[in-house]
């Protein structure tokens, strides 16, 4: 099974400022499956990143990601006060088919 | 725009069946690309997959090994739906259930339910 760890737990950061958030992999992952989701309190988890690089639909261009093999890394460039959120990295192809990293949760101050 | 409307009992006794279902719109459950996938979420376990189904020439699923002698999931392609029932359920179970739909053939969770928080208790 791969593990997924995300770090860090939590990062306070300032509107404007740029928010760089990791996912470690137990194992490689291939590019094309991994994924990035943000989650408000009360909502489902919605889908930034798919593919480790490529914005969802409606997703500003503030938000990337990059990263290969076991690192890869969600930045948010300038932060806005709704940015404020869980982000969960995801891979697929590995039993069980579908795992989720613990999520970082960003606060802006 | 494709939506994930779930419905279902918000308590469940312990040692009962717990059963879920999703409707879907804008989309098919006999998606060609798509998978139909069932997802938890509570503070113990994170985010956690439990399962999915797809339809091709004929109906697959898949289950999580930790829950794989408990859980059923079922595509009803006659009202574009598809059900979650999860077995012998403890407190441990309790959790806000998700239906969601997979894309790019299963690989990335595009659309989600509302939600269902249910409770395990008596």
């Known amino acids: 099974e791969i593990v997924l760890t995300q770090s860090p737990g939590t990062l306070s950061l300032s509107p404007g400022e740029r928010a760089t958030l990791s996912c470690r992999a137990s194992?490689?992952?291939?590019?094309?499956?991994l994924t990035w989701y943000q989650q408000k309190p009360g909502q489902a988890p919605r889908l930034l990143i798919y593919g480790a690089s490529s914005r969802a639909t409606g997703i500003p261009d503030r938000f990337s990601g990059s990263g290969s093999g076991t690192d890869f890394t969600l930045t948010i460039s300038r932060l806005e006060p709704e940015d404020s959120a869980v982000y969960y990295c995801q891979q697929y192809g590995s039993s069980p088919l579908i795992t989720f990293g613990p999520g970082t949760k960003v606060d802006i101050k | 725009q494709v939506q994930l409307q779930q419905s279902g009992p918000g308590l469940v006794k312990p040692s009962q069946s717990l059963s879920l279902t999703c409707a879907i719109s804008?989309?098919?459950?006999?998606?060609?690309?798509?998978?139909w996938n069932w997802i938890r979420q509570s503070p113990s376990r994170g985010l956690e997959w439990l399962g999915r189904?797809?339809?091709?020439?004929?109906?697959?699923?898949d289950y999580a090994v930790s829950v794989k002698s408990r859980i059923t999931i079922n595509p009803d392609t006659s009202k574009n739906q598809f059900s979650l029932q999860l077995s012998s359920v403890t407190p441990e179970d309790t959790a806000v259930y998700y239906c969601?739909?997979?894309?790019?053939?299963?690989?990335?969770?595009?659309?989600w339910g509302q939600g269902t928080l249910v409770t395990v208790s008596s």
């Open positions: 194992q490689s992952v291939s590019s094309n499956y």
């Open positions: 804008g989309d098919s459950v006999s998606s060609n690309s798509a998978t």
């Open positions: 969601a739909r997979a894309s790019d053939w299963g690989r990335v969770v595009d659309y």
């Open positions: 189904t797809y339809c091709r020439s004929k109906c697959y699923n």
